[in-house]
Every structure is written in structure tokens, then in C-alpha cells.
């Protein structure tokens, strides 16, 4: 049995739009997206306190901007049950989170396990 892919329109990084979500490297330039939550730390992004439920917990804006780039996973904490991906086989898994064309070296091996970058 195959393993189902979350579809991802484009990379979140090249078109990170609102300026409060963007993370910059050392040349200035957009290297990542942070979720509203981690922007803004408040209850409302967060779904904590009176957002805590399904009915106020609601997606925002900055959610619907990540669903409209990777419509396949989750947003947000009550997004649908089609963002979740699961495969039957056992714990011995490759997680690959970019192509190898994109991998820049050195790798890393941490704990035993191999981490590459990617740009």
C-alpha cells in the first residue's frame, strides 16, 4: 500500500506575503513562515483559552493563507480530518522534507540519525 502525499502547491518560504510571519536569515532574505500563533502568541492563533473549542477555534486569515499552499494539511488546530496522513506499516520510516536536488551540505548526524539542509 502506498503512502498518501499531502499536496503542497508551492514552497511556504518563497511566498511567505505577510511581512509578521516572515523569518529572515542573515542575508535579509525570507528563509521560513511562522504560523500566526508563534507570530502573536495570543489565545485567538493559538486556540487556547476561549478558543480552545472546535466553535471558537476558527480559522484566521494567516491559517487560510497556509491551507491555500498546502490545502492537505493541517492550519489549523480544528482543520478536517482529510489533512491527517497515516501509513499501516511499521515504525521504520524515511522522512524526506525537501528533494534531494535541493539538499546544500555538510549533512549532520545527530543521535545516530542523518539530517541534511535544505535550500
Given at each position: 500500500?502506498?503512502?498518501?502525499?499531502?499536496?503542497?502547491?508551492?514552497?511556504?518560504?518563497?511566498?511567505?506575503?505577510?511581512?509578521?510571519?516572515?523569518?529572515?536569515?542573515s542575508?535579509?532574505?525570507?528563509?521560513?513562515?511562522?504560523?500566526?500563533?508563534?507570530?502573536?502568541?495570543?489565545y485567538?492563533?493559538?486556540?487556547?483559552?476561549?478558543?480552545?473549542?472546535e466553535?471558537?477555534?476558527l480559522?484566521?486569515?494567516?491559517?487560510?493563507?497556509?491551507?491555500?499552499?498546502c490545502?492537505?494539511?493541517y492550519?489549523?488546530?480544528?482543520?478536517?480530518?482529510?489533512?491527517?496522513?497515516?501509513?499501516?506499516?511499521?515504525?521504520?520510516?524515511?522522512?524526506?522534507?525537501?528533494?534531494?536536488?535541493h539538499?546544500?551540505?555538510?549533512?549532520?548526524?545527530?543521535?545516530?540519525?542523518?539530517?541534511?539542509?535544505?535550500y
Open positions: 500500500m502506498a503512502l498518501a502525499k499531502p499536496l503542497v502547491v508551492q514552497q511556504i518560504s518563497t511566498i511567505c506575503v505577510p511581512p509578521e510571519l516572515q523569518v529572515t536569515g542575508d535579509l532574505g525570507v528563509i521560513a513562515c511562522k504560523s500566526a500563533c508563534m507570530a502573536f502568541n495570543t485567538q492563533y493559538c486556540c487556547r483559552g476561549d478558543y480552545i473549542t466553535g471558537t477555534c480559522p484566521t486569515d494567516y491559517s487560510m493563507f497556509f491551507e491555500n499552499q490545502p492537505d494539511a492550519s489549523y488546530a480544528y482543520d478536517d480530518n482529510s489533512s491527517t496522513f497515516t501509513c499501516s506499516a511499521g515504525p521504520d520510516y524515511t522522512i524526506i522534507f525537501c528533494p534531494s536536488e539538499l546544500l551540505y555538510p549533512s549532520v548526524t545527530i543521535d545516530g540519525s542523518l539530517f541534511f539542509k535544505c
